[in-house]
Every structure is written in C-alpha cells, then in structure tokens.
C-alpha cells in the first residue's frame, strides 16, 4: 500500500516511485529542474487516484494556484527512479499546500515541491471554502513541517 502512517501525528503519507529515463537527464547529467515537476504532477494524480481507489475517500475538486521549488541536491545519472512522498503542510478555509519531496534511493530529499491548491465550484468554475468534510480528508495527510526544515538539506559549499 502505497500510505504509510506517520508516528508523530496519525496522519500519512503517500508515496510513489518513478522510473527516471534518459530524457530526464540534461547535458550535465543531472535531472533537468523542469522534470521535477512533471514527477510531481505525475505523483499528485496517482496520490488522488489511490485516495479515491484505496481509501474510498471523496477528493475535492481543487485547482492548482501556485507552485514552488526547491532543489538542495542534484539527483545523480546512478539513479533508477526517484521516490516521490506526498502530504498536505497546511490547510485553510479555501486552500491547501501540498508538500512533495522527490527522494533519492538513499531516501535523501532532491527536490520539495510546495503546491497550493484552492477549492472549487464545478459549476461556477470559483473558489469556494472547503467543506466540512473535505477538511477532515484533507488532515487524513496532514504533517506539520517546521519552517527550519525547508532549509536543512542545503548543498554543502553553496554559492552566496
């Protein structure tokens, strides 16, 4: 099963695992930034595909409103495929952000992708506040992340 509980909290996480081919590699043999997020896209929808197969839970419709990236180590030719852990940092009224962190094989963090993401009325095609229910589906994968820990994995001898 592809959620693992996280000790601390209850909640989980989910995880996903992409073969990396030559194309995701760039002229100095590292995987091209632009890469990472498609793995994320990729790992979001087979994150909503599986909470909505595995757990039976309903998804809210939701559209993405702003993506960040982070990049403190490259991920090496040697790699076979990246691991991909999804969880929710934050939940509001009306958005959430949803944490990804691409993983090399020794389970080291490559890449945080930070997405925010809004509730939406499929009708009117607007934002709307979550509901009741979608808040509690959301905490499901809620795991706080302290603000130091979005730094901690620095590169060592990092150009100022």
Known sequence: MP???????????????????????????????AK?????????????RDVLTEMDIAVPPFFVRHTTIDYPRPLS????EVAVRTFVT???TKSCVMRQE?????????????????GVDMM????RAWSEEDIKNLNLFFIPVEEDEQNA???????A
């Open 36 to 48: 990472y997020l498609e793995f994320a896209q990729d790992a979001r929808m087979v994150f909503l």
């Open 153 to 159: 994995d620095d590169i060592e001898g990092e150009v």
């Open 90 to 92: 934050q939940v509001g």
């Open 77 to 80: 030719p040697g790699e076979n």
């Open 102 to 118: 691409c993983r090399d094989s020794n389970s080291n963090v490559v890449c945080t992708v930070d997405t925010v993401m809004v």
């Open 124 to 127: 009117t095609g607007k934002s």
């Open 3 to 33: 959620f693992i509980k996280h000790e601390e909290t209850g909640a989980r996480w989910h995880t996903c695992h992409r073969e990396l081919r030559w194309t995701d590699f760039d002229q100095y043999q590292h995987v091209n930034n």
